[in-house]
């Protein structure tokens, strides 16, 4: 039993339970009242949907959310069978739908307006579905807000109006059709009634073009509305008179106006149309712009009259033969080199019946064998073939022939051939004297290495005479001087002792002099030992040990470092010994001397060696007698030496092949440069010990007296020679040139000798010349040949082949280049002239309607001209690697194809192949090909080679016409009434049903 506190406590207990429960029931009713109340205001919005929607008319609804994706279809959908697509359609914006394509505006600015919350109403699109054919569609739509005006979503309708838009497209279509065939015409036309001032009902897009008139601004004028009085009075008479005599007027070249060319030439044709009853009712006139064809044949004229004045003015003969090889035709020029007239040579196979035609190598020619006899017998062309003709008088002429076939249109027989000969006599005799000069003057190089050999001899036997015989009385002399001065009293007086030390001192003077000669004389017998040599540091032991011996003197000396050279060990050291003591000796009454040594580049590109001092200088007036034997510039005086010092110098730069100068001012010091020759990376510096090594300025060296009359016989060939030769150094300066050479630039010989290679070569042609120089400087090539320009003294360009040999001595060592050059200048104007008129010519083929491929020995196109892209919508890309059959687009039956390949196959000329094929717009063009079988020298096919031309212009008006004709036809075909039309020569060419 409970206590009463237990069960009040049990009570109280339950009822905390029920007031739990209590309240939240309270809270599930709050809660479905607020649902009731969502649902009434979702009522409301419904209910104002639907009244939304009732105001627009519509076959099927659709709803969007708040990002435009559709959420629900209802209604007849599948009226436009979308029910199959509802599911897949759910979730994507009109835009995503498949094939779907506005057809007013554009999706973006349907997108803006969506956006934008706004209304649309018919809103156009096209939808491709599964029935292939396209369906329109026209969308009207309103947004959707809730009651706190958040935007929610669109909600609309749709109607099919495809049947209505493919009732316009036909009925367009259909009135379009006859404007259509017009339009595709090139030919301008436009038809006009005889009513009322002849106004114009029909005016194509070729009349536009043509006449400058657009179609809006020509229907419904008259003639007197778009010209001047006097030219509509003209035109309108001449209607009059169409109309009068009802017969077709065809006008070959009239004059025509137009609006924005002015007047223009035109083959205009005027048809007068008559109706059932006879009536001309309409005037239809073509018209077809002939003014740029005119023009075309007007310069096509002038470009043959002006190829024919180049031919008449060209140096070499041109000969015209006809298709049996035949002369028909020459310039004077040919008359000039044949020796012969028109009249005699025409009509021959030959121009020289009678004369013995030789090969290059003296053996006999056959007639056969002459390069028009092979040009008419293989139809190939025949280039550069040299011929030597005997005349019957014993002259000689050597011709350059060439022959070229030519070819009317699309034939590979040729119709005729052009010869043209070079009278190259001079030439060939100037070879052969070149080749005997060189002979001869190999010859006389082996003859005088024997005579130097032979003066190296004596000259060894003079310079040991000198060191015994002429030393040993200087040294009795000089001994006996000394005991004369030791036997002699103090007291005998300062006089006798000042004679004997004189005596001494130029016993001393002579002994130096002597060793100079003697080691002047050595120079030109020691052979160069070429190695690589620190300059900068063979120069800090030359002023180390002048400042050693010369311990009371502070000169300040600079040498620049890392300066390596090419040469002979010992003699460069001669040479920085002399040059470094004279800048002792001439700056040692400087209070602050300076000396420095150091490299510069000159304006070839050449490393030049200076040596440089701020003492006495000398006067440059004297610079001519700086490096000659025992010349001096001061007095012995006032600066010591022998005069032997520079002279020495100068032989021991010339031997390494370069040369030496200086440049100073009186009482500001000198500076001596010198060079080592052009290829310090090679031993081609050895050049300078063979034979002609030592020459500079002049082609005989000053140095060696053994060179004697056939140097000057010699001298004399070079000198007259008819066309320019040069001898140029190994390192690409002049030795020596000849009149015709300095004649044909407009330099002096002295002004020539002043400057290098480079200095007159076209600067884009000096890179050549010199590499080919380099590959004969290291043994690759002997001769080279090639055509380059030269600056002339004026500045004009001056075109000169030239031919350069290397001449080697009997050790094989480079001695320098003989070249000889002709000018061709006049020739390269020719060929200039020539490739004009070739412009000119191709420029007026441009015109045509026609372009140009080549295919290879298995019919692939390997070319094809730009202009089959413009005329046939055919890239280069598209075509070239592929076969005609193989081709994009193309639609020919394979028989047609088959009968094709086999023509191929043998190698047959074809014309006219048809080729039907679909363009990138998917318009039908059509295509006619033409083509020749090519073969090389020996007979071998190598392919074909043809021209194309687009005649879809010829079909479409063909097309048109036919179209024309059967319309015309289904009309007159229901007049009741006999209609015929009779031309001029009184045939029929057209009646009707009736008729018959």
Request: hydrophobic content about 40%; proline content about 3%; some cysteine.
């Amino acid at each position: 039993m409970l206590t009463p506190d237990e069960e009040l406590i049990q009570v109280n207990r339950k009822l905390k339970a029920q007031t739990l429960a209590l309240a939240t029931a309270n809270e599930r009713l709050t809660l479905e009242l607020t649902e009731q109340k969502r649902t009434m205001v979702a009522l409301k919005n419904s209910v104002q949907s639907l009244r939304n929607l009732a105001t627009i008319s519509a076959d099927w609804y659709w709803e969007q959310d708040a990002e435009h994706r559709f959420i629900n279809f209802a209604g007849e959908q599948s009226a436009v069978k979308l029910d199959a697509e509802r599911e897949s359609n759910i979730g994507k914006r009109r835009w995503e739908l498949p094939g779907a394509v506005p057809l007013d505006g554009s999706w973006e600015a349907h997108c803006a307006a969506l956006d934008a919350h706004q209304p649309f109403r018919n809103f156009e699109y096209m939808r491709m579905l599964d029935d292939d054919l396209p369906h329109y569609l026209s969308v009207s739509g309103v947004p959707v807000f809730d009651s706190h005006h958040q935007f929610l979503g669109y909600q609309g309708t749709v109607h099919d109006i495809s049947a209505i838009r493919r009732s316009e497209q036909a009925q367009r279509k259909a009135s379009r059709f006859l404007d259509d065939i017009i339009d595709s015409i090139p030919t301008a036309i436009h038809l006009s009634t005889v009513k009322d001032g002849h106004p114009v009902v029909l005016w194509n897009k070729a009349a536009e073009a043509l006449y400058g008139l657009t179609r809006e601004e020509a229907v419904g004028r008259t003639l007197h509305d778009r010209w001047s009085k006097a030219d509509a009075d003209r035109m309108h008479a001449a209607d009059l008179e169409l109309v009068a005599s009802g017969v077709m007027q065809d006008y070959p070249d009239r004059a025509a106006q137009t609006r924005h060319r002015g007047p223009i030439r035109v083959h205009m044709r005027k048809v007068p149309l008559k109706d059932a009853s006879g009536a001309v009712t309409h005037v239809l006139i073509t018209a077809e712009d002939i003014t740029t064809r005119q023009q075309a044949e007007t310069e096509l004229r002038a470009s043959e009259a002006r190829f024919r004045a180049v031919v008449a003015a060209m140096a070499e003969g041109v000969l015209l033969l006809d298709a049996e090889g035949k002369i028909v035709d020459c310039n004077a020029s040919a008359e000039r080199i044949l020796g012969k007239t028109l009249v005699q040579m025409k009509g021959l196979v030959s121009f020289a019946p009678k004369w013995q035609t030789e090969r290059e190598d003296g053996s006999l020619m056959p007639e056969e064998e002459l390069p028009s006899a092979v040009a008419v017998r293989t139809g190939l062309p025949q280039s550069n073939v040299v011929a030597c003709f005997r005349k019957p008088d014993g002259s000689v002429l050597w011709g350059l022939l060439n022959v070229q076939p030519l070819f009317d249109g699309a034939t590979t027989t040729p119709s005729g051939f052009v010869s043209t000969i070079t009278d190259i006599s001079k030439r060939k005799r100037d070879e052969m004297e070149i080749v005997r000069l060189n002979v001869d003057l190999e010859n006389r190089v082996l003859r005088r290495t024997a005579q130097l050999e032979t003066a190296n001899k004596e000259l060894e036997a003079f310079s040991y005479s000198v060191a015994h015989d002429l030393r040993s009385p200087l040294s009795a002399i000089d001994g006996y001087c000394s005991l004369l001065q030791k036997a002699v009293s103090l007291g005998s007086g300062e006089r006798s002792q000042h004679y004997l030390d004189r005596i001494r001192r130029g016993v001393q003077r002579m002994g130096e002099l002597t060793d100079g000669l003697l080691s002047l004389a050595q120079l030109s017998r020691t052979s160069l030992n070429w190695v690589t040599v620190d300059l900068s540091a063979e120069a800090a032991k030359v002023i180390r040990q002048c400042s050693e011996n010369d311990t009371a003197r502070v000169v300040q000396a600079t040498v620049e470092p890392g300066l390596l050279v090419r040469a002979d060990s010992a003699l460069l050291r001669q040479v920085l010994e002399n040059l470094i003591a004279n800048a002792w000796k001439f700056s040692s009454k400087k209070s602050h001397a300076e000396i420095s040594v150091g490299q510069e580049t000159d304006t070839d590109q050449q490393t030049v060696y200076f040596v440089r001092d701020n003492g006495a200088g000398f006067d440059m007036a004297y610079a001519d007698k700086l490096f000659g034997t025992f010349e001096r510039l001061h007095s012995f005086e006032e600066f010591a030496g022998s005069g032997i010092g520079l002279a020495t110098v100068k032989r021991i730069i010339v031997r390494h092949g370069g040369r030496i100068w200086a440049r100073s001012s009186v009482g500001e010091g000198s500076t001596f440069y010198f060079t080592l020759g052009s290829d310090q990376g090679s031993d081609q510096g050895r050049a300078a010990d063979a034979p002609f090594g030592t020459l500079s300025n002049t082609f005989i060296s000053s140095d060696n007296d053994a060179f004697s009359v056939s140097e000057q016989q010699f001298s004399k060939a070079f000198e007259h020679s008819a066309i320019g030769m040069t001898l140029v150094a190994t390192n690409r300066r002049w030795l020596k040139v000849n009149s015709a050479f300095c004649q044909m630039l407009g330099y002096s010989e002295a002004e020539m000798l002043t400057r290098s290679v480079r200095d007159i070569t076209h600067p884009d042609d000096v890179e050549g010349d010199l590499l080919q120089g380099k590959r004969a400087l290291a043994g690759e090539i002997e001769t080279y040949q090639l055509e380059k320009r030269y600056i002339h003294r004026s500045g004009r360009i001056v075109w000169g082949s030239l031919t350069c040999s290397l001449v080697r001595d009997a050790d094989r060592k480079p001695l320098h280049f003989v070249s000889q050059i002709q000018d061709i200048t006049e020739r390269k104007q020719t060929e200039q002239l020539m490739r004009e008129n070739e412009g000119r010519f191709r420029a007026l083929t441009a015109l045509t309607s026609d372009w140009f491929w080549e295919q290879d020995e298995n019919f692939r196109f390997v070319l094809v001209s730009g202009e089959m892209t413009d005329m046939a919508g055919v890239t280069p890309d598209m075509t070239i690697g592929k076969t005609r059959w193989e081709l994009d687009h193309v639609n020919i039956e394979d028989s047609v194809w088959a009968a094709h390949k086999a023509q191929l196959e043998r190698h047959e000329i074809f014309h006219d192949f048809e080729i039907p094929r679909l363009d990138d717009a998917g318009q039908l063009r059509y295509l006619s090909i033409c083509g020749v079988p090519i073969f090389d020298t020996s007979g071998r096919f190598t392919g074909y080679r043809g021209t194309g031309r687009d005649n879809t212009a010829i079909y479409l008006v063909t097309e048109a016409l036919r179209a024309s004709e059967t319309q015309l036809r289904q009309i007159t075909d229901t007049v009741p009434a006999l209609i015929a039309y009779i031309d001029k020569a009184q045939r029929f060419s057209f009646h009707n049903k009736a008729y018959e």
